[in-house]
């Protein structure tokens, strides 16, 4: 039978044991019930066995333990305190779970006899996440044994679980020397593994069974690849191996090589569309309605491959589900691909043709635009282009994913980029801390640049908290400014008879002042009118976080969006 360990001993145990599941780095925000904790982290980074990294605000804590769990590949821990702490990390282990992310909630809480007593901040926050995370309630009591098997399933996930360490008694160890408070674990089959670890292709770790292991496709009918959000190499070398077009986002870790598509999506609005007869999904598409509108599509064969939390993407519950991608035994007929390459060259350079026309730019301008004159999407193709070998590129939700969608061009193979965003739901917040995380937790790329939203950036501006002596990366943040939400100009609210409310309700320009924003929190800012401008910055390497505020102007979006659809079907007419 295992003796009750004392708050010091126990909160020691797991995090000895969190080390022996592969942690490396643990997030922690500070608060008195988790002081036992927050003393043993302390001395295992002093002791150089883990990298501690301290934030104030939890749900900021959250998503940058997302971004280190998203960059280095590796379970990462943020620990809390007890109460309202724990229930901010909710919107950050939501998108764990939607993407298979690794990443583990350690609450500190009282003991259970204190819960529904009134007790001070006691709640029921064991199982807090419901379906979104695992949960475990340790306990002085639990042995051993139990505790390891606990943490180290937890550690393998996927997806996030929840530690919810009950710690009673005195919290303090009784020895102030900090040698006391942490002891490596003695385990020889575990090797030291040292933050950011080198990349598969793409920088992107496949969430699915590479080519070669699924069932054989038979060669005939007209297919399409569809890659998503982490769909990874596989997409990419089935598409190679069968010839057939692929439809890969920014995100996906496919949008590489000879078959990737920079239009495809646009393509998708013309005759090509009738023409497929077969799509193979993998990972998780979310960007356009032309996508989603072909995988939902009952009339075609529809297969789609699990990802890496289980779960397919089939909105339409009409696919075939795979638990790995699929294989082909020889390439297709060559004329079906090559159709759509002729289509997606004239197509790209219409698009671009157009984005550089000075007379379609001021024509989208009104007076008070008059210094907001550059194209989001010319914008777009400039950060593309900046994302060289070994480069990391953590990318916002909203429009800038989308713009890159369509001015990215495939880049190269073998050259280990790494293209990210917070796919799983697709939601705006947490991204400042998320692009900080991933930064940090890919020390050895060349750069990273995140490219973001101005809403989205001031919905994070707490991720630039960050406390004196704690480690910054080197991250350039480009925000594509327009004052407020310019992607809801694009769907049904955005119509001429939504006009009275639309700024009010949808748009919400804000105004903020980004230089004085940044000013307050020691972060280098340059405010960035010119193209060119752009480019050499993100050629740079800065030195810690700073900030480039690129103003744009959000009033011809919904024509721009009309305006790429004409252009697609011109192409495709010519």
């Known amino acids: 039978m295992t003796s009750r360990r004392s708050a010091p001993d126990l909160a020691m145990r797991v995090l000895q044991q969190l080390w022996l599941g592969g942690v490396r780095d643990v997030v922690l925000s500070p608060g008195s019930r988790s002081a036992p904790l927050a003393l043993a982290l302390d001395a295992a980074d002093r002791a150089g066995d883990l990298r501690l990294h301290v934030r104030v605000d939890e749900r900021s804590a959250g998503f940058l333990a997302l971004g280190l769990t998203t960059g280095s590949r590796r379970p990462v821990a943020v620990v809390t ?110 090797a030291q593994l040292q933050p950011g670890a080198a990349a598969g292709e793409a920088g992107v770790e ?34 190679e191996a069968a010839g057939w077009p ?91 691909f090559a159709s759509w390459r002729v289509a997606d060259d004239r197509l790209s350079g219409l698009v671009d043709a157009d984005v550089a026309d000075p007379a379609r730019v001021a024509a989208g301008r009104t007076a008070d635009d008059a210094t907001r004159g550059l194209s989001p999407l010319a914008v777009a193709a400039v950060v593309g282009r900046a994302v060289a070998a070994d480069t990391t590129l953590v990318v916002g939700s909203s429009n800038p994913v989308r713009d890159l969608d369509v001015m990215a061009v495939p880049w190269p193979p073998h050259e280990h980029r790494f293209v990210v965003g917070n796919r799983g739901l697709a939601g705006i917040d947490g991204m400042v801390s998320t692009a900080i995380g991933i930064a940090l937790g890919r020390p050895r790329a060349a750069r990273t640049i995140a490219y973001l939203g101005d809403l989205t950036f001031l919905h994070d501006t707490n991720g630039l908290l960050v406390g004196t002596g704690q480690r910054r990366p080197d991250l350039t943040l480009v925000v594509l400014s327009d004052d407020g939400g310019a992607i809801f100009s694009t769907l049904e609210q955005g119509d001429r008879r939504y006009a009275s409310a639309f700024e009010r309700v949808f748009a919400t320009p804000h105004g903020t002042d980004l230089a004085a924003l940044c000013a307050a929190h020691h972060t280098a800012y340059e405010r960035v009118d010119d193209l060119g401008r752009l480019a050499a910055a993100l050629d740079e390497q800065p030195s810690g976080i700073r900030v480039l505020e690129v103003p744009v102007s959000r009033t011809d979006r919904r024509d721009e969006a009309a305006r790429l659809r004409r252009l697609a079907h011109e192409a495709t007419h010519a």
């Open 81 to 190: 305190t007890s109460g309202t702490a724990v229930g901010n990390l909710l919107p950050a282990v939501m998108e764990a779970h939607h993407t298979g992310r690794r990443l583990l909630v350690v609450s500190a809480d009282r003991p259970d006899r204190l819960r529904g007593t009134r007790a001070n901040q006691t709640t029921w926050q064991a199982g807090l996440f419901g379906t979104f995370a695992a949960c475990v309630d340790v306990t002085a009591s639990t042995g051993d044994d139990d505790l390891a098997d606990l943490v180290a399933r937890a550690c393998a996930g996927p997806g996030p679980a929840q530690l919810n360490v009950q710690l009673d008694g005195d919290l303090l160890p009784p020895d102030p020397d900090p040698d006391t408070w942490w002891q490596r674990p003695a385990d020889p089959a575990v």
């Open 206 to 239: 496949p969430s699915v069974t590479a080519a070669g292991g699924g069932e054989v496709l038979p060669l005939g009918p007209r297919t399409v690849v569809v890659a998503g959000d982490d769909a990874g190499p596989a997409a990419r070398l089935l598409a």
């Open 246 to 336: 692929l439809i890969a986002e920014p995100t996906s870790g496919a949008r590489i090589g000879r078959q990737a598509l920079r239009t495809g999506r646009l393509l998708l609005t013309t005759s090509l569309r009738a023409g497929i007869e077969r799509v193979v999904v993998v990972g998780h598409p979310t960007l356009s309605r032309p996508v989603t509108s072909l995988i939902s599509d009952a009339d075609l064969e529809v297969l789609a491959v699990r990802g890496r939390d289980g779960v397919a993407t089939d909105p339409g519950r009409v696919a075939r589900v795979l638990d790995a991608v699929p294989r082909v035994e020889g390439p297709d007929e060559p004329e079906w």
